[in-house]
Structure formats: structure tokens, C-alpha cells
């Protein structure tokens, strides 16, 4: 059974950092290509940045460039979001979840299956 497990999210000050964690179960992370996610009250679930099954591929949303990065830890089976300068509109649960392939509408999230149950994140002075 695939199963994912999203930690470290919390209460930031803008400008400040937090380093999100998925932790994998139930398969490895050369199997699946691995996204992250976000959600934020009243708006509609949004795509963030995903890694390939290979790990030689990582993709960002232009919100989010040159802010986050996603990496892997074979070992651990976990996957990290690391967010740096954070803004207020930053504010969001945020979710990673699965996928085969990493395809081009994949800010959608359609092609993800198998979802974990989300950190908070809030970035507030």
C-alpha cells in the first residue's frame, strides 16, 4: 500500500524558511515521480514542484522559482521541499502525492494518485 506521510510545516515570518518532508511507504522513490502540492483557503489546489522517479528531473511552478527546491533521499525514501524567502502568499496546506509519469499538465495534478494528508504551512509576521 503507497503511502506518504507530508511533516514540517509550522508558523514562518516572511523572508524566513521551512523545510517540508515526505516520507515514502509501500514502494520506492525510483518508481514513482514524487510533486508537491499546495491549497490554500477558497482557491484551488495548485501544483508546486515535482521530481522525476529518476530524480534527474525537477520541475517548479513560476511562483515558487528560484525559492524552493526539491530534492530526495534514496535512503530515507523521502522527498524534501525546501522553501526559502517566504511570502504571505506562500500560505497553504501543502500535499505531496504520486505519479507514473511526470507529464506536462502536471501542476494539475491529475495524473498523482496516491495523496498524503497535508502540513500547514502560514507565513505571517
Known amino acids: 500500500q503507497l503511502q506518504l506521510v507530508e511533516s514540517g510545516g509550522g508558523l514562518v515570518q516572511p523572508g524566513g524558511s521551512l523545510r517540508l518532508s515526505c516520507a515514502a511507504s509501500?514502494?520506492?522513490?525510483?518508481?514513482?515521480?514524487i510533486g508537491w502540492f499546495r491549497q490554500a483557503p477558497g482557491k484551488e489546489r495548485e501544483g508546486v514542484s515535482c521530481?522525476?522517479?529518476?530524480?534527474?528531473?525537477?520541475y517548479y511552478a513560476d511562483s515558487v522559482k528560484g525559492r524552493f527546491t526539491i530534492s530526495r533521499d534514496i535512503a530515507k525514501n523521502t522527498v524534501f521541499l525546501q522553501m526559502n524567502s517566504l511570502k504571505p502568499e506562500d500560505t497553504a496546506v501543502y500535499y505531496c502525492?504520486?505519479?507514473?509519469?511526470?507529464?506536462?499538465?502536471?501542476?494539475?495534478?491529475?495524473?498523482?494518485?496516491?495523496w498524503g494528508q497535508g502540513t500547514q504551512v502560514t507565513v505571517s509576521s
Open positions: 521530481i522525476s522517479s529518476s530524480g534527474g528531473f525537477t
Open positions: 509501500g514502494f520506492t522513490l525510483d518508481s514513482y515521480a
Open positions: 502525492a504520486t505519479a507514473p509519469l511526470i507529464t506536462p499538465q502536471w501542476t494539475n495534478g491529475v495524473d498523482f494518485g496516491s
